[in-house]
């Protein structure tokens, strides 16, 4: 009953999807599975966490003069991420595409795994950013 609470929560207030990211030295975009959620109330944050039962990060938010409440965010990264989402898939309707696409980004991209000392062939970072905008398009 809670996971298919945490999954209308994620498929409601929150976010699936793939950060980018670029390292100083590097000429490679490095891809990141991420499942955020935005919100006023930090209780309902917790409640998820602990529902969820991942490593995940709650953060205050910017509050500017428009803002009536303070905002938060927890965010889930990497495997902890893909646990979320594995958690969750059987009850997830609206974002059930995006979790289906993450999942065959973490198998074909090889996501997860270590690229060895001569890091990654092109072809898997084609593999990743083929997703990673497939994923974006799905939003």
Known sequence: MDLAWAAGFIDGEGWIGIARQTRKGYDTITHRVKVAITQNNLEVLEHFKRVIDESGAITK?????????????????????????????????????????????????????????????????????KWAQKISRLK
């Open 61 to 129: 938010g910017v509050r500017t003069e428009k803002m009536n409440r303070q905002s938060y965010a927890l965010v889930f990264d990497s495997h902890h991420a893909l646990n979320v989402i594995r958690k969750v898939r059987p009850f997830l309707k609206r974002k059930s595409h995006e979790a289906d696409a993450v999942f065959a980004m973490w198998e074909e991209g090889l996501m997860g795994k270590r690229p060895g000392a001569k890091g990654w062939p092109p072809e898997i970072y084609k593999i990743r950013e």
